[in-house]
């Protein structure tokens, strides 16, 4: 791996070398380095201010011992993290993750991405990330619970409205964040808005549970209406059955698409009919059970173990929204050879470096995770908008902003490509556009922080 320009060089050997065995955050961190050579040849103050140096180190790591009972009256340790990556714009704000490949690796690249992904949205949000390598899948909702409660007790000492806005993420929904917002509540006795993603009657808003599928829809459309195509008649992938599996699936429809295969993380299903969203719903969302069993229910599908296979289905447009790292190259390179010539991230850094390679090597339309994906954390920071005001907006009011929010992310991605000379190239236009403007307010400062 080699960079042109020699500070970049410099940072990137620096975060190699003191975070061994991190290859996650090193992989976030090259992709972004490399996307910014043209801003550093042009601008000296970044490296004469150390703004990348500081960007790449998180201002704060909490890790945690999390300590529950189980259902057999059993002690369980699991461990704990939040790191406060960036606070230049906005409080820490990202995602709590709750599965077991949770490690410290995991948690700074996604925080890491976060800086970049909501100074896009244009909001006033810093960035974080946190979890815990806790299953949920399999437990009994009292040890959901009682794991819950253990882990505010931790992380409540660093978060609230002000400072760190955590929400949810892989493993963590509807239920887990209302013990988490219950018990934070129970232990700073305060009514809040520490945590985004809430119920409808405790603080949450209308719109966030379909803000991230429903965003990845809007950005795409975008990008393919600007190349003079668009969702309708296409057939779409979605890899995920989870929240931004759902409701990509459901926006996508609305546009006019057939989304026609979908997973868990234990196989896919393909109903050459179009999935059918329902009982979708019904399985993974209601009764927490496998996607292999929609075939029960529908005769023409089909459902095969292991989930590389979804990317080997024929298709105009894939959605990859489960998880970091499920296309490689070879994944890759057979969509492209079986007709699929857009490729948007709902997941978190889902295509490895190899894989992007093939879409540009293919002139396949590429929307990058942290534009592409960006409608979750934009409605939260809605949220926190609304709690401050002590008022709840309508699904419209909040939707309507969503799609403005898209829209501007798309096109700041856009420009920032066209002005640095990569036109079409998303992927250097949003990590050049979340960049500059953390970057601006960290010259400000001077080397406050
Ligand atoms: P959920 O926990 O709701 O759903 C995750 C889904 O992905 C589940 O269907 C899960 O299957 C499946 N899955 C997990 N690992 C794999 C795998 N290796 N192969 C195939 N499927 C797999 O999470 P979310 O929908 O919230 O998050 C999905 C992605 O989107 C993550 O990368 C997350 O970081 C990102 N994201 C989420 C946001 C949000 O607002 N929720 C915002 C921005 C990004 P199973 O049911 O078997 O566990």
């Known amino acids: 791996m080699s960079f042109k320009n020699a500070y970049l060089q410099r940072v990137y050997d620096g975060v190699v070398a003191r975070n061994a065995g991190e290859p996650e955050f090193h992989q976030a961190v090259h992709e972004v380095l490399e996307s910014l050579e043209p801003v550093c040849d042009a601008d000296p103050r970044y490296e004469k201010m150390g703004v990348l140096e500081r960007l790449c180190e998180p201002e704060r790591v909490i890790y945690f011992r999390v300590p529950w009972v189980d259902d057999n009256g059993k002690v369980q340790?699991?461990?704990?993290?939040?790191?406060?990556?960036?606070?230049?714009?906005?409080?820490?704000?990202?995602?709590?993750?709750?599965?077991?490949?949770?490690?410290?690796?995991v948690i700074k690249f996604l925080g890491?991405?976060?800086?970049?992904?909501?100074?896009?949205?244009?909001?006033p949000i810093g960035a974080g990330k946190g979890g815990a390598d806790f299953d949920p899948k399999g437990k009994s909702d009292g040890e959901v619970m009682r794991?819950?409660?253990?882990?505010?007790?931790?992380?409540?000492?660093?978060?609230?409205?002000?400072?760190?806005?955590?929400?949810?993420?892989?493993?963590?929904?509807?239920?887990?964040?209302?013990?988490?917002?219950?018990?934070?509540?129970?232990?700073v006795n305060e009514f809040t808005g520490a945590i985004t993603g809430k119920g409808l009657?405790?603080?949450?808003?209308?719109?966030?549970?379909?803000?991230?599928?429903?965003?990845?829809c809007y950005f795409t459309e975008e990008m393919l209406n600007?190349?003079?195509?668009?969702?309708?008649?296409?057939?779409?992938?979605?890899?995920?059955?989870?929240?931004v599996a759902i409701y990509a699936h459901i926006k996508a429809t609305e546009f006019g698409a057939k989304v026609v295969a979908m997973s868990d993380s234990d196989g896919?299903?393909?109903?050459?009919?179009?999935?059918?969203?329902?009982?979708?719903?019904?399985?993974?969302?209601?009764?927490?059970?496998?996607?292999?069993e929609y075939v029960k229910y529908h005769s023409g599908a089909t459902y095969t173990p292991g989930c590389s296979g979804?990317?080997?289905?024929?298709?105009?447009?894939?959605?990859?929204?489960?998880?970091?790292?499920?296309?490689?190259?070879?994944?890759?390179?057979?969509?492209?050879?079986?007709?699929?010539?857009?490729?948007?991230?709902?997941?978190?850094?889902?295509?490895?470096?190899?894989?992007?390679?093939?879409?540009?090597?293919?002139?396949?339309l590429y929307g990058p995770a942290k534009a592409a994906n960006a409608g979750g954390v934009a409605t939260s920071a809605l949220e926190m908008s609304q709690n401050s005001l002590r008022y709840s907006w309508s699904f419209e009011k909040v939707d309507h902003k969503l799609q403005d929010i898209m829209k501007n992310i798309y096109n700041a991605a856009a420009d920032a490509a066209a002005l640095y000379g990569h036109e079409g190239n998303l992927m250097i236009g949003a990590n050049i556009a979340g960049f500059k403007k953390v970057a601006s307010a960290m010259l400000a400062y001077g080397v406050a922080y």
């Open 77 to 105: 340790v699991n461990r704990g993290f939040r790191v406060q990556f960036s606070s230049a714009i906005g409080p820490y704000k990202g995602g709590l993750r709750f599965h077991p490949s949770v490690n410290q690796s």
């Open 147 to 187: 794991f819950c409660q253990s882990f505010m007790t931790e992380l409540s000492k660093h978060i609230g409205e002000n400072t760190d806005v955590p929400a949810g993420d892989i493993g963590v929904g509807s239920r887990e964040i209302g013990f988490l917002y219950g018990q934070y509540k129970r232990l």
């Open 310 to 364: 979804i990317w080997s289905i024929p298709c105009d447009i894939a959605l990859p929204c489960a998880t970091q790292n499920e296309i490689d190259e070879v994944s890759a390179a057979l969509l492209a050879k079986n007709g699929c010539y857009c490729v948007s991230e709902g997941a978190n850094m889902p295509s490895t470096p190899e894989a992007i390679k093939v879409y540009f090597a293919n002139k396949m």
């Open 268 to 292: 896919y299903i393909y109903d050459p009919n179009g999935i059918d969203i329902e009982t979708v719903r019904e399985l993974k969302e209601k009764n927490r059970k496998r996607i292999s």
């Open 226 to 243: 600007a190349n003079g195509k668009s969702f309708k008649g296409q057939r779409v992938i979605i890899s995920g059955s989870g929240n």
């Open 112 to 123: 890491f991405e976060q800086i970049f992904k909501n100074s896009l949205t244009g909001l």
């Open 201 to 216: 009657r405790y603080g949450g808003s209308l719109a966030r549970t379909e803000a991230t599928g429903y965003g990845l």
